[in-house]
């Protein structure tokens, strides 16, 4: 069964900077398009940034661009999340999610929080 | 990247149907067949019910049909149950590699 697991979240101040993993099994993670989607506490999903499978094209949503990054690491079936300059509004869960055949996101991990605090 | 317009809340008794509007763009829902739902219960991940519009995936129950005019979607529950009380969200696909949620719709069960 596919497996997507995030970690890497915890506290942090603002201004600070946090890298999120998400390690990938059961599916042949070369081949699909990564997304991360987060979620503010009472809040609605929102989406974040999305790589495709071999890494050539990345995006993001306009209220992380030039603060966070997406990459991955095919060799290690491994997605990342560098997220820096981080404000409080970042607080969130933030989920990985694989990218199906027709741009729905088929599976999703558990989350992992992020808290930007001081 | 304005997020999807949803009804913040919809509900019907069981064994009714609840449908659920999903409002973008032409860059976005209106341009492109990449339409998503998800549905969310408190504390879980989301789940994909409909892809591509109208389509199922594997183990996804007939209840849930997708359908799509111009720039708003629409999601329809039919034969509402206790467990479809949850969170539903739309998704879509939009210009220049991009991706939008909606803001979400709390379905309750009566």
């Known amino acids: 069964q596919v497996q997507l697991v995030e970690s890497g979240g915890g506290v942090v101040q603002p201004g600070r900077s946090l890298r999120l993993s998400c390690a990938a099994s059961?599916?042949?993670?070369?081949?699909?398009?990564m997304f991360w989607v987060r979620q503010a506490p009472g809040k609605g999903l929102e989406w974040v940034a999305l790589?495709?499978?071999?890494?050539?094209?990345?995006s993001y949503a306009d209220s992380v661009k030039g603060r966070f990054s997406i990459s991955r690491d095919n060799s290690k079936n491994t997605l990342f999340l560098q997220m820096n300059s981080l404000r409080a509004e970042d607080t969130a869960v933030y989920y990985c999610?694989?990218?199906?055949?027709?741009?729905?996101?088929?599976?999703w991990g558990q989350g992992t929080l992020v808290t930007v605090s001081s | 990247q304005s997020a999807l317009t949803q009804p913040p809340s919809a509900s019907g008794s069981p064994g009714q149907s609840v449908t659920i509007s999903c409002t973008g763009t032409?860059?976005?829902?209106?341009?492109?067949?990449?339409v998503s739902w998800y549905q969310q219960h408190p504390g879980k991940a989301p789940k994909v019910l409909i892809y591509?519009?109208?389509k199922r995936p594997s183990g996804v129950p007939d209840r849930f049909s997708g359908s799509k005019s111009g720039s708003t979607a629409s999601l329809t529950v039919s034969g509402l149950q206790a467990e479809d009380e949850a969170d539903y969200y739309c998704s879509s696909y939009a210009d220049t590699n991009n991706y939008v949620f909606g803001t979400g719709t709390k379905v309750t069960v009566l």
């Open positions: 032409s860059s976005d829902v209106g341009g492109y067949k990449y």
């Open positions: 999610a694989r990218g199906g055949t027709s741009w729905d996101l088929d599976y």
């Open positions: 059961e599916f042949t993670f070369s081949s699909h398009g």
């Open positions: 591509e519009v109208n």
């Open positions: 790589i495709w499978y071999d890494g050539s094209i990345k």
